[in-house]
């Protein structure tokens, strides 16, 4: 049993009078909750222990088909660092300047108690659903049960509308923040797309792919990251990753899906395409690929990932992957892409 710091006593917590049966995601405001009776109220911070906002469980950034591979530890659902325990307060708050506001906290949160309006927000307006009671073992047993009740309900609605000023924020914070963090940005983000992924250990050199993931029932693949303009790299490297997946880990490179996630698609004259298109006629492989905007806009539309039914492949004859994400979130998206490179390259 993991122990984190955000689980030491609690003077006191917030429990339900009631579970809800839906919560919905509002754009730019708190989220709904449905109850039975026919009430509607936005749920504030339960003060709960083994905050889901802040850390994942060991059993979720482990990766279970490869239990020998080398991960990363790292369970900081925020990958800047920006969300941190109060102990007076006795809930997590966030540190504005660091937050890139990705959504990942928001989708964490078992009650929707965070939120977005023009900045990412704990709710610590209490509800008429819910009672503040003195924290002791009966109390803490109550809540974890009642947040094991929520976690099972689905939630619907849209986290944010994507626009271009909201991507362009995002992107230009992550471009400034240091190389280690960017495979930690990817992995969580592949996780709240219920995809299994495990980044590798830091000062890994023989593990050599950036990542493993796994999406939908079968589709394991290896994983290349690159956030700089050097895309090529990861063209070719993950040649090599299928090799090492299939000689040390026994995964077949028909069983193998592999991805690589750029923050800006790659530029149509930097060979990159060209190289997936040979790698698909030379060796049958097909490279999916993915920008780190288009994750967050599934992330957004509460969405999963499934690469085994939704392919990202794309390549010199066709470089963008706009009709994937917007197969997947079942609408036209309307967004100025020209100068960030999310579903095309730059021109
Ligand atoms: S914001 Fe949500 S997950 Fe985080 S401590 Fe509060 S209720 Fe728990
Ligand atoms: S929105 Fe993203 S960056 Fe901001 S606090 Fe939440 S997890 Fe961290």
């Known amino acids: 049993m993991q122990i984190f710091s955000e689980q030491k006593i609690r003077n006191k917590i917030s429990v339900l009078k009631q579970i809800p049966v839906n919560i919905e995601y509002i754009p730019n405001k708190k989220s709904v909750a449905y109850f039975k009776d026919g009430t509607e109220c936005s749920l504030s911070c339960l003060n709960c222990k083994n905050s889901l906002c ?40 966030i540190d504005q300047d660091k937050c890139i506001k990705c959504g990942l906290c928001i989708k964490r949160c078992p009650v929707g108690a965070i939120y977005c309006d023009d900045s990412v927000k704990i709710n610590t307006e209490k509800s008429s659903m819910q009672e503040i009671v003195l924290s002791d073992d009966t109390k803490e047993l109550m809540q974890k049960k009642q947040i094991e009740e ?14 271009e000023y909201l991507l362009n924020e995002i992107y230009e ?9 960017h495979n930690i940005i990817v ?11 495990a980044i590798r250990r830091i000062g890994d050199v023989y593990t050599r792919m950036d990542a493993i993931y796994k999406s939908g029932d079968n589709s394991i693949g290896a994983m290349e990251i690159e956030f700089g ?40 004259r930097q ?14 492989i097909k490279i999916n690929t993915i920008s ?11 969405k999963n990932l499934d690469i085994s039914t939704n392919s990202f492949y794309a390549d010199f004859d066709n470089m963008s992957i706009k009709k994937y994400v917007e197969n997947i979130i079942e609408r036209k998206i309307e967004l100025l892409d020209d100068n960030i490179g999310i579903f095309a390259p730059v021109k």
């Open 292 to 302: 780190v905007g288009a994750l967050l806009i599934l992330l957004w539309n509460n």
């Open 150 to 163: 929520i976690l099972s309900i689905p939630k619907r609605g849209t986290l944010f509308i994507e626009t």
């Open 173 to 181: 914070k992550i471009s400034n923040i240091r190389h280690e963090v």
């Open 271 to 284: 060979g990159y395409w060209q190289v997936v298109k040979d790698i698909k006629v030379v060796e049958g």
């Open 229 to 268: 303009r050097d895309t090529l790299d990861a063209s070719r490297g993950i040649l090599d990753d299928i090799a090492v997946l299939n000689t040390r880990y026994n995964i077949s490179k028909e069983q193998n899906n592999p991805l690589v996630v750029c923050l800006q698609l790659p530029n149509a």
């Open 54 to 93: 802040m850390k994942y469980l060991e059993s979720e950034i482990s990766f279970e088909e490869v239990p020998t591979f080398s991960l990363d530890t790292n369970n900081n659902v925020c990958p800047v660092n920006a969300i941190k325990w109060n102990s007076e307060t006795e809930s997590p708050e």
């Open 187 to 197: 992995r969580n983000i592949l996780l709240g797309l219920d995809c299994s992924c």
